[in-house]
């Protein structure tokens, strides 16, 4: 979403209307492709969401992956938007877990909602050492699973049922058959020779490489591409 969107998207200052508050970004873009902000267009972004009195929120599944395409800064991130999540199990590789970042009063105030909705986990200090170590070891390393995801994505937009590929920044790929070609039929024959993709539409095929997947992953798959 750009920044002329954001600011068409903004509610005018009328009691017909729903109050405006609040503005979401997602980096990377998960039906995007993987794609990446350029930084400059958020900054524009948030000088709009202050002039208008709005927050700005990231949903920073994959920031990992953006900050490492585009060699950006952390701090800047945290400097710019109000609040942000992250995950550590995407791209990170954790077992599971994910954080929500922003101001001390921030913070509390989202410990007591969690509290209300019945949240909480006990004992969790194993979780935390497998984020620390991963936050560590593991955002380096994802220039390999953003090499991967180009290869794959060079044999893939090759084939004659594909009609369309968006282009590949990151670890994600997304691609459209041609007409008369069903998506979850071929996610279903892939899965068959141990490849796993999702439908994320009739036609539409979402591939993720990731921690686990290695270069030998990545061969068989485009020797499997290779075959249909």
Request: with cysteine; proline share 3%; glycine share 8%.
């Amino acid at each position: 979403i750009s920044a002329s969107q954001v600011a068409d998207a903004i509610q005018p200052d009328d009691v017909h209307r729903p109050v405006s508050r609040l503005v979401s970004l997602e980096n990377t873009s998960n039906r995007g492709g993987g794609c990446c902000y350029d930084f400059e267009e958020i900054v524009t972004i948030k000088k709009i969401c202050t002039e208008r009195g709005l927050a700005l929120h990231l949903d920073g599944a994959r920031v990992w992956n953006a900050i490492v395409a585009k060699n950006e800064d952390y701090l800047r991130y945290g400097k710019t938007f109000d609040s942000i999540s992250v995950c550590l199990s995407k791209s990170l590789g954790c077992p599971v877990g994910s954080l929500l970042l922003g101001t001390k009063p921030f913070i509390k105030k989202a410990r007591r909602i969690r509290k209300v909705f019945g949240g909480g986990m006990r004992q969790a200090g194993f979780l935390a050492a497998a984020g620390l170590y991963a936050l560590d070891h593991h955002i380096n390393r994802l220039e390999q699973d953003h090499r991967h995801a180009k290869l794959l994505a060079e044999c893939i937009e090759k084939k004659s049922f594909v009609k369309m590929l968006l282009p590949v920044e990151t670890n994600i790929i997304i691609f459209e058959l041609q007409d008369g070609q069903s998506a979850p039929a071929l996610v279903a024959a892939l899965k068959e020779k141990g490849i796993l993709g999702y439908a994320i539409s009739p036609v539409r095929v979402r591939l993720v490489t990731h921690l686990d997947i290695n270069e030998s992953a990545i061969q068989k798959t485009i020797d499997l591409f290779n075959a249909l």
